[in-house]
């Protein structure tokens, strides 16, 4: 069975750090483009950041610029998302989802246009 799954969450402070990993089950990444979401309660699914197959090719949301940072890995089959300077603002349940590479690569912050879904991880800013 194809999925990702999600981990890295966690409750931090303001200002704090966390990265998560998007790791894949039953499937290589290489050929995915990914996407990381979040949703908070109350709110609609809303893209956070996405990045290409072949990692060469990165876009991110205006609320996080200049502070969360994502990256892939091929050979450990991983993609990841540092978060930095995180606020109150950003805690969420955090999904990852992939969708088979496409040329040229455009990145999609339409859910509906990712195949795969983890369960998400918590995170949580607060002090």
């Known amino acids: 069975q194809l999925q990702v799954v999600e981990s890295g969450g966690g409750l931090v402070q303001p200002g704090g750090s966390l990265r998560l990993a998007c790791a894949a089950s039953?499937?290589?990444?290489?050929?995915?483009?990914i996407g990381w979401f979040r949703q908070a309660p109350g709110k609609e699914r809303e893209g956070v950041s996405c990045?290409?197959?072949?990692?060469?090719?990165?876009d991110y949301a205006d609320f996080v610029k200049g502070r969360f940072t994502i990256s892939r890995d091929n050979a450990e089959n991983t993609v990841y998302l540092q978060m930095n300077s995180l606020t109150p603002e950003d805690s969420a349940v955090y999904y990852c989802?992939?969708?088979?590479?496409?040329?040229?690569?455009?990145?999609?912050?339409?859910?509906?246009?990712?195949?795969?879904w983890g369960q998400g991880t918590q995170v949580t800013v607060s002090s």
């Open positions: 989802a992939a969708v088979p590479r496409r040329y040229p690569f455009t990145c999609e912050y339409n859910p509906d246009s990712y195949d795969y």
């Open positions: 039953g499937f290589t990444l290489d050929y995915y483009a």
């Open positions: 990045i290409s197959s072949s990692g060469t090719r990165w």
